[in-house]
């Protein structure tokens, strides 16, 4: 079913959000620096405190070094918790805004470029891309800032050639990453597919055991596990020796800080310092292993994202003009194409509000088609229908896993229980033992045919619509059933514009309202 309209846009970012993620990204580089002068002075002064201590009718005061150890400690504690919710605050805004913006497309686009694993696909893709701002982007910055603060501290402190090691060191770090990143797979596709087949092995199961494949399915599914299981240890063992080298890189520079650093006459205290200071600065080069890796995956997200979009957006539907004026709906300007059995020519129909079109044909006549192109055009945003609800309920309507109540709220989330079964009675599901609470299984797969399509039809007069189009609403009905679901639809919504995509008109066509015209597109 197609959410009601009014249409909306793809939110975008906006510059509040950049703003707030510039803001935790400054918050994160004070916090990181704060921890690692923290760990510098504090050595220093333990080692000053102890030199002092040993030497007689010393005059090394305390008072400043400890309160700047106070304020680094203090300043860390409160830009750190900070940096932490502004971030999160950042990611969730861009997270929030992606999601949105990709239902808002799933919702206003007929062409069933949207399924259920797509979405899925893409809301994991949002938060991927949403979260590289705290995964990836910040422990970046805060590597490139500390890096060269760092080199500068130690370089302005008299000692430039332990500053070029600590500088080729971190260089050799973020090489060491970059070239681990790309070389690790995504995972998220094996996962993917390890969830969707333990989800609809899990629903089949009385089915593939009744056939006698269970083991085969058993088999299936190992391979898939093992596959991801074999992507994610591919892609640890990767991490792991990467940030080994880095630790090996950061040993050496060590080594030669204290080489360099007694070579000039540095004291106990100053090579403390060094020696403190260089750990913190390349401690932070090393994180950029995961942070790399992190925004590798976060580009093929936003690539994945951009794909979706431009696909949902291409459906290459024929266009028409369709207006509703609460009075009417006009649909003008549809071409059917030529084929073998019929010419090309335009569609004009009116249809009055309480009136009913049946779109007829064979099956490949374009009955879909049609429905789709007319779903379109009403949610244009330049058109004169946008601030109608229209609902579409296609062919192979989606059912969610859950409860009957659960669909039926996605349309009306205030919907009483009561709501409900009146709705499931009207639909005659009643009869089939269906309440409110019936777990319609992965995919609907858990009802029959004609009571997954009812249930969708139900679904589709929960959100109470002024246009609603309907493909194929009696496929799975026998022919008095399907006459009183027609009937019971216009019942409950006496005043909507209905359209109906099928075979032939019914019999009785008289029960999907007081009106109705076709519109064949066999001729």
Known sequence: MTAPTPSRRPRTRSAGTVLVATSGLLLAVVAESCSVGLVGLSGWFIASSAV???????????LAPSGGVRALALGRIASHYAARVVLHSAALRRISTTRLGYYDRAATDSSGHWSGQSLDRVMADADTQGMALIQATAPVVQAVALAVGGCLTVALAGYPSTATVVAVAAALCAAIAISTAHHVNDPGSSRSALRTELAAAVDAWPETASLGVADH??????ELLDAYEEQRLRAAAATARALGACRVLTAMALVLTVLLADTQGADVTTLVFLVLLVTGVLANAERLVPAVRSRVLANGAATRLTSAGSTADSSGTPACRATYDSRAL???GYRVPRSSIRRRRRIDVTVPVGSTLFVTGASGSGKTTFLDALASALRDPGGSATWATVTNVPADNHLFTGSVAD??????????????????TAMELDRSGLTGNTKVGVGGRGLSGGEQRRLAIARALAARPDILLIDEPTTGLDNGTANRVLAAVRRRLPHVVLVLAVHEVPAAAEASGRAWSTAGLDR
């Open 217 to 222: 399915l058993a088999q299936r599914t190992q």
């Open 330 to 332: 006009t649909v003008t």
């Open 52 to 62: 002092a201590g040993a030497t007689a009718y010393s005059t090394f005061s305390y």
């Open 407 to 424: 669909n039926i709220r996605l349309a009306d989330a205030r919907a009483s229980d009561e709501d409900i079964e009146e709705l499931l």
